[in-house]
């Protein structure tokens, strides 16, 4: 994609954020869960003011990728801890969604890059993040950004659980 330009978020983006966020995921994960579940996922994370609220916490900020004046994607950082023992402070990538048109066409790419960066602006050495076992395209995407799976973990979903990968990368 042409253009792409990416910037911290401030709390006029949530209504953005809102929307991008139950679309990409919903695009993603549509097909492979119930409608219930989904919909009780997308009503308990991705609301208004849940996003409102995160975005004031303290440790937790959001990069948003524009192409020109479009919202194509964005990265939801959080300082915290590691669930395995590496010897280090770690940041949590809990979410990266773009928009299913604008994957394989770099943005993804360029927003981790972006997120790369942060990180090691605060002077954190680890990043870290879940992905649904069943995500290839996901998991390839990781891998090839230097994450390596560390271990499984058990993540909720509506009503379901699921099992993801705990992925991690060394800065």
């Given amino acids: 994609m042409e253009n792409l ?31 219930r579940n989904m ?15 995160e975005l004031v916490q303290p440790g937790i900020f959001y990069l948003l990728i524009f192409s020109g004046t479009r919202l194509e994607g964005y990265a939801k950082l959080q300082e915290g801890i590691l669930p395995v ?42 990043m870290w993040l879940n992905v649904w076992d069943r995500n290839n395209r996901a998991i390839r995407f990781y891998e090839k950004k230097g994450f390596i799976k ?3 973990t058990p993540f909720l979903f509506g009503e379901e659980w699921q099992n993801d990968w705990l992925m991690v990368k060394q800065l």
Avoid: W
């Fill in 5 to 35: 330009t990416v910037r911290a978020a401030t709390v006029n983006d949530v209504p953005a954020i809102a929307e991008i966020s139950r679309s990409t995921f919903y695009d993603t994960y549509h097909s492979s869960n119930t409608a």
């Fill in 39 to 53: 919909q009780l996922f997308l009503d308990a994370h991705f609301s208004e003011r849940e996003i409102g609220d």
């Fill in 85 to 126: 023992s590496t010897g280090g402070d770690a940041i949590e990538i809990s979410r990266l969604y773009c928009r299913t048109s604008s994957i394989g066409k770099g943005t993804g790419s360029v927003l981790m890059d972006h997120c790369v960066a942060a990180v090691r602006e605060k002077e954190i050495s680890i």
């Fill in 150 to 152: 560390m271990g499984d």
